[in-house]
């Protein structure tokens, strides 16, 4: 007796200790950590930086993990944080489903481009179920994209020139690194004399003097970059103010000169004149004086001098501007095109900007005598092409002359008036419009014609006609038409300087400004059972209709319509033959999932307690007990008693119904003894209904080495299955019973056959 006392004791300790084990463990992932380089031949020393680049990308992670096992269907992520080693946008550098039973192996990865910095960490993610593991330490981690050195210049230079700089009196200088693409998405190294500088950025600025350069700050991947830049030698001098002295004229005529004069002369500095920021002159001593010559096109601009000697720094003037004097415009201020009706005039004229101008006009090509105003009147024997010739008066500038667009002017032999609608139109649509002359074209004699809408529109007369009749008062350029008794088609008559003409017709519908409502007696389908009325407050007695479902006319006359299909319904009344179109109104099917229950329709309590139930989604709610009587008509119901009860729930005409079972929680425990022998008794492990037939508690037995036997939700009761073969006697399980992540209850299971 006392060997099997022994191998029960035995058996019972196993048991408690695997209880244990798996209450208090999951899956246990590991820090991931820097492993040797595993591509053959295999490295024999982790790496402790990470300095990829185009020739070199790859690096290797040792990952290790414990039971029990995850889940066929999963996968270990490998993942990378930013550079201070935060996870909120992790980075996923490698994944692996093929290492579900393998708990020591390595990852492969490659740096993303855009690496850089000291503090990245890793992690890894197990996906069912789903696990994180601890991160990694920090590791300094760089992806060199750039390993070739860097260039700098001072800001405003195209290039690094002959490698110097000078900066005035106490002033300061930027240099920047230039030609590198996206050149501030790096940090940098600045030095002065090798001695290193604070700024990081991709320029800096500077007021001592120095030998300046920089590099890419790849961190403690530096010495791998080789990005040391050109250098820039800085100096620093003083400011002499220099200027040009105000010269005699700022504006010239052509052929005329003005010199410019530098403030400083004598001091043996160097000078160079610039004009519109690029040098006229070569770097000449002493050479302070520049000659502007108006003879030359394009002598206008801004000119200023720049100088440079010992004991001085670079300096460039204030601008001084030179303008043209004989630089002017001319702007023709009448339409290109002009008719001149019998017994009127019309005045052709110009403007211009320059100064004292002179006119003369000229017809066909012909200056016209006494025509030297920057105006000319002409009558309807002045037919012709006409501009006007502005010059300069005296001086070097009076040959300067610039002739104005030119202007048609003829007599017209006819007048026609074109009317158009004033906005979007739609017959049938618009419940009111505008309609306006648009055009008013003349015909020339010889074929021509001349749009004078703007011309001569203010000054026509008009009479609107509608199906050939005056409209009285309708005397106006437009015409308002906002009533279905307007409804016609219209032209206008015009007048203007014994010119007469009668427009093109154009036709008016409007619909009638009139709202066209419907309503109904539900706007949810419950079936053929229940019948739902659409009408309208409007009075269709005499009028001629339809009705619509989904835009299909239903062929109904009657004043109201009778309908059990959903769909989408209006009314269309026929106005002096325009639809009028009603709103548009819709009826749902109806959706018995839109009542909810905030518990399963089978409720569990322990006797002698309560439960309460709310419902919602409908409109109103009655709740029944079995005897077909009514406990509540609110939305929530409080049960104290077993029973089938049904709630009835209202959306509008239509009643869902929901069968309820309450039940009193079982006060037996889960059983730990199964006699799988076929007797009928006890041989299947039964647990109470509180997590029996429940959709989302998960019920897992495992044997005694850990493996997973069974896992199911909603348990029916129907553990051990006939199939299940017992290949010992007395054989221990262990059993977890989860909702969600929460375990509910986990124990032993002895089945003895």
Request: hydrophobic share 35%; net charge negative.
């Amino acid at each position: 007796m006392k060997p099997q006392l022994r191998t029960s004791l035995t058996s019972i300790f196993t048991a408690f200790a695997m209880l244990a084990y798996l209450a208090t463990t999951a899956q246990s992932l590991n820090a991931p950590v820097a492993a040797p380089n595993q591509t053959p031949p295999a490295g024999s020393s982790p790496w402790s930086q990470a300095c990829a680049s185009d020739s070199f990308n790859d690096y290797w992670v040792n990952f290790t993990w414990g039971p029990p096992l995850v889940n066929g269907d999963n996968e270990f992520i490998l993942e990378l944080s930013d550079a201070n080693g935060d996870f909120g946008s992790p980075v996923e550098l490698a994944r692996d489903n093929s290492k579900n039973t393998t708990f020591d192996f390595y990852f492969q990865f490659a740096l993303p481009a855009d690496t850089r910095g000291e503090g990245y960490r890793m992690r890894v993610r197990s996906t069912s179920p789903a696990v994180t593991s601890p991160v990694s330490v920090p590791y300094p981690m760089y992806y060199i994209s750039v390993n070739t050195g860097l260039t700098i210049r001072p800001q405003g230079q195209a290039d690094f020139g002959d490698g110097t700089a000078q900066v005035c009196d106490g002033n300061s200088i930027t240099l920047e690194v230039y030609d590198l693409p996206n050149a501030d998405t790096y940090q940098y190294n600045w030095y002065r004399s090798g001695t290193p500088l604070a700024d990081k950025g991709s320029s800096i600025t500077v007021s001592q003097s120095g030998m300046y350069n920089v590099e890419i700050d790849y961190g403690s991947c530096s010495g791998s970059g080789n990005t040391l830049s050109n250098l820039i030698d800085v100096t620093v001098g003083s400011s002499l103010g220099i200027a040009i002295n105000p010269p005699a004229k700022t504006s010239l005529c052509s052929g005329e000169t003005v010199d410019l004069v530098a403030n400083i002369t004598g001091m043996g500095l160097t000078y160079t004149w610039f004009k519109d920021g690029s040098p006229v002159t070569s770097p000449v001593v002493d050479d302070d004086t520049y000659t502007v010559d108006a003879s030359i096109a394009g002598f206008e601009g801004d000119y200023e001098v720049e100088v440079f000697g010992a004991g001085a720094c670079v300096e460039r003037s204030a601008a001084v501007t030179i303008t043209n004097a004989g630089n002017f415009t001319v702007t023709r201020d009448n339409p290109a095109e002009l008719v001149v009706l019998p017994g009127f005039t019309e005045t052709l004229s110009v403007s211009t900007d320059a100064t004292s101008p002179t006119y003369q006009w000229y017809k066909d090509g012909a200056a016209v005598p006494g025509a030297t105003s920057n105006t000319l009147v002409v009558g309807e024997t002045d037919s012709g092409a006409y501009y006007a010739r502005v010059s300069l008066s005296g001086g070097a500038c009076a040959s300067t002359s610039i002739d104005s667009d030119p202007t048609n002017v003829a007599v017209p032999t006819s007048i026609d008036a074109t009317i158009a609608y004033a906005s979007t139109y739609a017959e049938c649509v618009n419940t009111d419009i505008v309609l306006e002359i648009s055009t008013l074209t003349a015909d020339i004699s010889g074929g021509g014609t001349i749009d004078v809408t703007s011309q001569l529109v203010s000054s026509i007369s008009a009479q609107w006609k509608k199906d050939g009749a005056n409209v009285a008062g309708a005397t106006s350029n437009s015409i308002s038409l906002t009533n279905i008794s307007e409804n016609g088609n219209y032209d206008v008559d015009i007048a203007i300087g014994g010119y007469t003409d009668t427009s093109n017709a154009l036709s008016v519908r409007l619909l009638v400004n009139e709202l066209l409502t419907i309503n109904s007696t539900s706007t949810t389908s419950c079936g053929p059972s229940e019948i739902i009325t659409l009408s309208t407050p409007t009075d269709l007695n005499g009028e001629t209709f339809s009705w619509y479902r989904d835009g299909v006319d239903l062929g109904n006359s009657s004043e109201t319509l009778d309908t059990t299909e959903p769909g989408t319904y209006q009314l269309v009344i026929d106005r002096n033959g325009c639809p009028l179109g009603s709103n548009e109104l819709v009826i749902s099917p109806l959706n018995p999932d839109l009542i909810t229950l905030d518990s399963p329709d089978n409720v569990v309590f322990p006797e002698g307690t309560s439960r309460t139930v709310t419902a919602s989604g409908a409109d109103s709610y009655r709740w029944l007990d079995q005897n077909n009587i009514e406990m509540s008509s609110s939305s929530s119901m409080t049960f104290t008693d077993e029973g089938s009860f049904l709630l009835i729930a209202m959306i509008g005409n239509c009643q869902v119904s929901r069968a309820i079972t309450v039940e009193y929680q079982d006060t037996f425990k889960v059983p730990n003894v199964v006699s799988a022998n076929g007797d009928g008794i006890n041989d299947l492990w039964v647990i109470p209904n509180s997590f029996s037939n429940k959709t989302e508690v998960n019920v897992i037995i495992y044997n005694d080495r850990g493996e997973e036997v069974f896992n199911v939700f909603n348990y029916q009761n129907n553990w051990p299955e006939s199939s299940t073969s017992f290949p010992r006697q007395n054989m221990v399980f262990y059993y977890k019973i989860r909702n969600n992540s929460e375990v509910l209850k986990q124990g032993t299971i002895t089945v003895i056959r």
